[in-house]
T-cell receptor, first 112, second 112 residues
Framework: GQNIDQPTEMTATEGAIVQINCTYQTSGFNGLFWYQQHAGEAPTFLSYNVLDGLEEKGRFSSFLSRSKGYSYLLLKELQMKDSASYLCAVVYSGAGSYQLTFGKGTKLSVIP | EAQVTQNPRYLITVTGKKLTVTCSQNMNHEYMSWYRQDPGLGLRQIYYSMNVEVTDKGDVPEGYKVSRKEKRNFPLILESPSPNQTSLYFC???????????FGPGTRLTVL
């Protein structure tokens, strides 16, 4: 599988802004997802980027630079319920097949 | 209600006793996938299926089998489970490969 790197843990204060970075190998790249996963639960979809630039969706935004193999998830106006793991996942394609490779996740703790 | 279901949700078994974890989706999705999630390793893809009768290996297929005889079902088979297969397993589905994946609730498997 391809290596996807993201920080293991981050801590931020309620009401603040936090940026979670993700770097990946660019060969075969065909899109990048961000998922949120609360402890003991299934991952849920946050965003999908396939073209360069910023995608904004409410308090959450996601950025992609394909040439640099880099993405970030930006969370604004942090709330306690945002405490969760955030998973970066890259679609790698080739010969008509698609494989989704996840990073190990970034555990975000939001403190009062 | 659109959903992905998995059964059983929890299973404790012994080494070598064949087991099957079922996965079913009611969204007419073409793409289905199995992942395992382990502390410090993140989500890793076991097998995926682009459509009926089409399956491919993910990053960690050893010790697992799958089948896709009909679009809605994608069972995961462990012919001879071993303790290193103790993990949290997720099934997921999407319309096509590079698309938003919907995850099932997870199956926590313990092999003694």
């Amino acid at each position: 599988g391809q290596n996807i790197d993201q920080p293991t843990e981050m801590t931020a204060t309620e009401g603040a802004i936090v940026q979670i970075n993700c770097t990946y190998q660019t060969s075969g790249f065909n899109g990048l997802f961000w998922y949120q996963q609360h402890a003991g639960e299934a991952p849920t979809f946050l965003s999908y980027n396939v073209l360069d630039g910023l995608e904004e969706k409410g308090r959450f935004s996601s950025f992609l630079s394909r040439s640099k193999g880099y993405s970030y998830l930006l969370l604004k106006e942090l709330q306690m319920k945002d405490s969760a793991s955030y998973l970066c996942a890259v679609v790698y394609s080739g010969a008509g097949s698609y494989q989704l490779t996840f990073g190990k996740g970034t555990k975000l703790s939001v403190i009062p | 209600e659109a959903q992905v279901t998995q059964n059983p949700r929890y299973l404790i078994t012994v080494t070598g006793k064949k087991l099957t974890v079922t996965c079913s989706q009611n969204m007419n999705h073409e793409y289905m996938s199995w992942y395992r999630q382990d502390p410090g390793l993140g989500l890793r893809q076991i097998y995926y299926s682009m459509n009926v009768e089409v399956t491919d290996k993910g990053d960690v297929p050893e010790g697992y089998k799958v089948s896709r005889k009909e679009k809605r079902n994608f069972p995961l088979i462990l012919e001879s489970p071993s303790p290193n297969q103790t993990s949290l397993y997720f099934c997921a589905s999407s319309w096509a490969g590079p698309d938003t994946q919907y995850f099932g609730p997870g199956t926590r498997l313990t092999v003694l």
